[in-house]
Structures are given as C-alpha cells and as structure tokens.
C-alpha cells in the first residue's frame, strides 16, 4: 500500500508539473513581450487561431498533432514540450527531495521560477525584475518552510554574498547584467550564504566552459555578450537539489568535514 500510494504521489506531482511548466511557456513568451499572461486564451505564433482545450494538453497535443499545429500546420516547436516534461521531473524530484510536505511545493516553486528566468534569459538576454521579486517571494515562504539548513543570519549574508561581489563587477567591467545581480541577491535569501556561493561557482564553471566551446567552434567573438542566467539557475538547482552533499565532500578531501 505504502509503495503503490507513493506511486500515486509521483504521478500526481508529474501531472501538475507538466501542466504548470505549460504555463511556464506562456510566461516565457509573453512577458518578455509586455502581454498579459492571465488574461487570453493561447495561440498559435504562426497563425494566430485560438487554442482550443484539446490543443494544450501538455505532452500529449504535441505528440498527438506530430509537432504542427492543428490549424495551419506550421510547425510547433518541440521546446514547448521539452518544457513540460522537465516540469513533471521537477515535480517528482521536489516530492522525492521533500517529501509530501510544503517544502516539496515551496521547492517546485523555485525550480519552476529558476526554469522561466533561465529561458527568458537565453531567448532575451534580460531577466524581468517580476520574476525576480517571484524568486524573492517564495525565498519568503522558505522560511517558513525552508528547504536548506540556513538560519535568518546565513539567509542575511546570502543576499549580499554573491549579489555586491557581482554588481561590483557588473559596473567595473560590464561582464554582468544587473539582472544576475538581482537573481543572486533573491537565492541569496531563500538558500543562504554557503549554498548560495556554490551555485555561483557552478555557474561560473559551466558558464566558462560553454563560453570556451563557443569561442573554439567560432561562433561567438570574444567581444559578444552570452546569456548568464541559465547557468546561474542551472548551479542553483543543483545547489538546491544536492548542495549540502556536495560541499561535504568538497571539505572532505581536505579532514574538514
């Protein structure tokens, strides 16, 4: 009973994740754009016919209309889908992190925000303050829930930690957009200091070696600016996720932990 009801517990949480990383996409389209994101039924981009409820169920429209749309057969890209399948792992993983507990919603929360900023940011190279202040807000509701071992103090610290070292650089080199600094500062609140450096330094790495790759394939110059935020919330879902393992192990090589 206990196996088959925790079963059901992941699919409930694969189906919710599904349908709210659908609406994720409607986020990332329409609020770079200025659009309402409440208000409006969803459309097709390429001619512009209302969506009906059959055309949105997540995953299966797509499949189910073999990637075009129903209306004019234009194609559909398969990012939208790509979305939604992440959205069901996300919701597995909070409820096998977290349990059946708030934690497991405040922790879907971040990783849904982190999953908007990161693609607005790649299509856009901006991150929107409202998606900010929305990381900032569930950082709020993690104190009541928290999803890290971090007191009021580390969660003080958190907020400047990364956010003052990068508006810094931000201004003397121009290598960063404030919207980072703000992102940093937000995660800064719900995860603490210690977590909160990781996921920089995660970023910074991945960011490092994706930015080394392109130069080597030549299809950036030296002088172009790259989106920073998808590594930026790619280091602080694992940080999340895995964090306090990995700086375990980290001090471990050293007998300090």
């Known amino acids: 009973m206990l196996f088959a009801a925790r079963i059901a517990?992941?699919?409930?949480?694969?189906?919710v994740g599904a349908c709210v990383f659908s609406f994720g996409n409607v986020l990332v389209y329409r609020v770079p754009r200025g659009m309402d994101f409440v208000r409006g039924r969803s459309a097709c981009p390429s001619c512009g016919h209302d969506l009906a409820?059959?055309?949105?169920?997540?995953?299966?429209?797509?499949?189910a209309l073999h990637?075009?749309?129903?209306?004019?057969?234009?194609?559909i890209a398969a990012r939208y889908t790509v979305v939604e399948l992440v959205g069901?792992?996300?919701g597995v993983v909070s409820v096998a992190v977290w349990g059946a507990a708030p934690q497991a919603a405040v922790g879907f929360a971040f990783l849904f925000m982190l999953t908007v900023i990161a693609l607005i940011d790649a299509d856009t190279q901006t991150i929107p303050n409202g998606t900010v202040v929305a990381v900032a807000v569930v950082g709020l509701a993690g104190l009541a829930w928290p999803l890290a071992d971090a007191t009021l103090v580390d969660r003080a610290i958190g907020v400047v930690a990364v956010s003052v070292p990068l508006f810094i650089l931000a201004v003397a080199t121009g290598g960063f957009g404030g919207g980072d600094v703000k992102l940093m500062a937000?995660?800064?609140?719900?995860l603490g200091w210690r977590l909160t450096v990781l996921a920089f330094f995660l970023g910074v790495v991945a960011g490092?070696?994706?930015a080394v790759w392109l130069l080597a394939r030549k299809r950036v110059k030296r002088t172009d600016a790259i989106a920073f935020g998808p590594f930026l919330c790619g280091g602080t879902a694992i940080a999340?996720?895995?964090?306090?393992?990995?700086?375990?192990?980290?001090?471990?090589?050293?007998?300090?932990?």
């Open 9 to 15: 517990l992941c699919a409930f949480a694969a189906v």
């Open 53 to 63: 409820a059959r055309d949105l169920v997540p995953v299966f429209s797509w499949l």
């Open 208 to 210: 490092g070696v994706y």
């Open 240 to 257: 999340v996720l895995c964090g306090e393992p990995l700086i375990a192990g980290y001090l471990s090589l050293f007998g300090l932990a």
């Open 186 to 190: 937000a995660v800064g609140l719900m």
């Open 67 to 75: 990637g075009r749309c129903r209306y004019c057969g234009a194609p």
């Open 88 to 90: 069901a792992v996300c």
